[in-house]
């Protein structure tokens, strides 16, 4: 049980920056996962109040708000007509629409669960996080830092020619994923990004030109076993680290083909 001596609505990310430097303070989304924990918060910081829970557009990108809902994300027009169905494919199997509806983006990829859909998705679109002290710096870094007290502002996804895939097994559909896959199709070339390995979900490109002549079954196989290779994977109650790599050999071959319209299904 989480219990708050103070609740502070701020009215600044300054004023919620000052607070949260004290490790007895903390931010507070929508409290979806942080209510499940057993600790004692001196002031519990809310951000709601700063216009953080929007998605705006601009010329050459999308600036989404910290304080935005997954379920916000998952349904975003804008969004699908750009990026496709992949972003709402990572996003609809996490628990239901009334948690989606209440967990928010920022504190998805703040606190970098190694489980997260979110998070394997967004690397794969080459997104950037918008810190009020660090600044922009690429998803694909912010991942690899600790843990601190900065306070992430946005993501922001640029406007690219892009098509991406988003695929993961599960034991049962909304449980956290044994494996999580997006491989994208970007202006650079080919990435795969896996995560729930189980350790946080990390970025794979297409370093040896493999897929640079065109998507065949053959080359997709071996680009996936570059990317499995590439990659450590570990054990925990919902599969081995031997069965997680030979998931990642299926499941990016998968989504390559599907990237070239070919959904059959690789074994």
Request: hydrophobic fraction near 40%.
């Amino acid at each position: 049980m989480i219990s708050i001596e103070e609740y502070k609505i701020v009215e600044s990310i300054e004023e919620a920056y000052e607070l949260n430097q004290s490790k007895s303070n903390q931010l507070i989304g929508g409290m979806c996962w942080m209510k499940m924990q057993d600790k004692s918060i001196h002031t519990a910081i809310d951000i709601s109040n700063l216009g953080l829970d929007t998605i705006e557009e601009y010329d050459d990108c999308f600036k989404i708000g910290a304080m935005t809902s997954l379920r916000t994300l998952e349904t975003d027009k804008k969004l699908l007509q750009h990026f496709g169905d992949g972003v709402s494919e990572s996003l609809c199997h996490i628990v239901g629409v009334q948690f989606r509806n209440c967990a928010t983006v920022g504190a998805s990829v703040f606190m970098k669960f190694p489980f997260s859909d979110v998070v394997t998705a967004l690397l794969a679109l080459d997104a950037e996080v918008e810190l009020y002290k660090k600044g922009v710096i690429p998803l694909q870094e912010f991942v690899k830092m600790p843990l601190d007290r900065d306070i992430l502002v946005r993501i922001i996804l640029k406007k690219q020619a892009i098509k991406m895939k988003y695929l993961s097994l599960r034991n049962s559909y909304t449980d956290f994923p044994v494996l999580a896959v997006a491989v994208a199709q970007t202006e650079n070339g080919i990435h795969a990004s896996v995560g729930a390995r189980p350790q946080r979900a990390e970025l794979v490109k297409d370093h040896h030109n493999i897929l640079t002549k065109g998507i065949t079954r053959e080359n997709a196989r071996e680009f996936a076993n570059f990317v499995a290779n590439s990659l450590t994977f570990g054990t925990n109650t919902r599969g081995s680290a031997e069965y997680r790599k030979h998931l990642c050999k299926v499941l990016v071959a998968r989504g390559i083909l599907a990237l070239n319209g070919d959904e059959k299904n690789e074994d």
